[in-house]
């Protein structure tokens, strides 16, 4: 198994820095950046129900963010951006463990504003990684699956069932497919940390989640985002409309969808677990809800009209690609983890949750937050998506 071995004990270089290395607290604080988004709101409360642990919870927004009552005095909400003066010096200095989320993660962004997904995804964040190093912090970063490109292909370029950690290759396409500019910048952003942390002692680990879904993902057009979220919000925006779910090409291409629980799961291991898990590359996704996009439509189709049996019958439609997301757009066309490194080093974890199972709670979630959104005439719609913002957390 591959882990980042330190070549070399130091700091590193900062230029014009004066950092020194900070020496551990016995308490321990969790910096989640990225705490309002999708993955954040749902991290930081599982945190927050552990004694002995603060989490420093760190968005521009924090509208999805509900913490009960019993974990709340844990949760210190920070409100700011990363590139706000002195942030993430703040943050580091304050934190043991460093969880970094924040990310511009929807493929609708990687060709047409592929200059703030490449800043938002790599340059943004390489202090974040100076800076850990520098003082000692423990940085648990958030990558993509889709470092691994279109396809899932071994050293000699046979074709695998599963894309693995060690020996799948990172295969994206050509730079006028500007699909890739969000995998290049995640990718060059691990090799920052990876050799941050062979090289300068950074202790660290990388996460490749694959597909998360749960309740409070993305954004539902026209009520708090605009343009085209991820599979799951576009169906559910599809569905509470009326209109035809739209499968990009067809719908052929494949995923395998992981419960955002089960997920939140494994990320806790990973931060109780830093001597199986630093210097590691985990893929985290289930090895049980592998589908085709058109399959996912049937499903959701089938879970909406148990939750609204009375609501027309929805239909699919397919649309080419161009169409529905522009020039450059390109797709992974078939994106299933191998699970194995991660049941290994996170002592048995599994995603088991099957596909079928999510869906109800799901639904039920986006229908309770935005289904009277959605039918209101478009003034009372934009005061009910007020407020309702993103945040930084819309991580992958
Ligand atoms: C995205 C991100 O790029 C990944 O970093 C992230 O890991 C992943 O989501 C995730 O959710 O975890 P992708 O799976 O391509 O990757 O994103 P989606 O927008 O959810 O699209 C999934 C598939 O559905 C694509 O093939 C897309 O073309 C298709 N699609 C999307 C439709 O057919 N119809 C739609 O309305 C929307």
Request: net charge positive.
């Amino acid at each position: 198994m591959t882990r980042a071995r330190p070549r070399k004990r130091g700091l590193p270089a900062l230029a014009g820095g004066s950092i020194t290395r900070l020496p551990s607290r016995t308490s321990s604080t969790i910096a989640v950046l990225g705490a309002g988004g999708f993955i954040g709101s749902h991290l930081v409360p599982a945190l927050a129900a552990r004694e002995g642990t603060s989490v420093l919870a760190v968005d521009s927004t924090f509208d999805k963010l509900v913490v009960p009552a019993s974990g709340a005095k844990r949760v210190e909400r920070r409100q700011a951006r990363l590139g706000d003066t002195g942030v993430l010096e703040e943050i580091t200095a304050r934190a043991d463990v460093v969880v970094s989320l924040t990310a511009l993660c929807n493929p609708a962004l990687y060709n047409t504003r592929p200059l703030e997904v490449i800043d938002a995804n790599y340059t943004d964040l390489v202090p974040l990684v100076k800076l850990c190093a520098a003082r000692g912090r423990r940085l648990i970063h958030f990558s993509t699956c889709e470092v691994y490109g279109r396809q899932a292909l071994d050293r000699k370029g046979r074709r695998q069932r599963q894309m693995d950690e060690e020996s799948t290759m990172l295969c994206l396409g050509p730079v006028a497919s500007e699909r890739w500019s969000y995998a290049a910048a995640k990718q060059l952003l691990e090799r920052v940390i990876w050799a941050h942390g062979v090289h300068a002692g950074l202790r660290f680990t990388i996460v490749r989640p694959f597909n998360v879904i749960g309740p409070r993902m993305d954004f539902i057009p026209g009520v708090d985002g605009e343009g085209i979220p991820r599979v799951l919000a576009s169906f559910m925006h599809a569905l509470m409309t009326g209109q035809d779910l739209l499968l990009v090409d067809g719908g052929r291409q494949r995923r395998a969808f992981v419960d955002v629980g089960e997920f939140v799961d494994a990320v806790v291991r990973i931060i109780d677990r830093p001597r199986a898990c630093d210097g590691q590359i985990l893929n985290l996704g289930s090895g049980v809800n592998e589908l085709s996009i058109a399959a996912l439509a049937r499903a959701m189709i089938a879970a909406y009209r148990v939750a609204r049996p009375e609501a027309p019958r929805p239909k699919v439609r397919p649309v080419p690609a161009r169409v529905f997301y522009g020039e450059g757009y390109d797709d992974s066309v078939r994106r299933v983890p191998s699970v194995g490194k991660a049941e290994r080093l996170l002592g048995g974890w599994r995603a088991r949750r099957k596909l079928a199972e999510m869906l109800p709670a799901i639904i039920e979630d986006y229908l309770r937050r935005y289904e009277a959104a959605v039918l209101a005439p478009p003034p009372a719609r934009a005061a009910a998506g007020r407020g309702r913002g993103q945040g930084q957390g819309v991580v992958g």
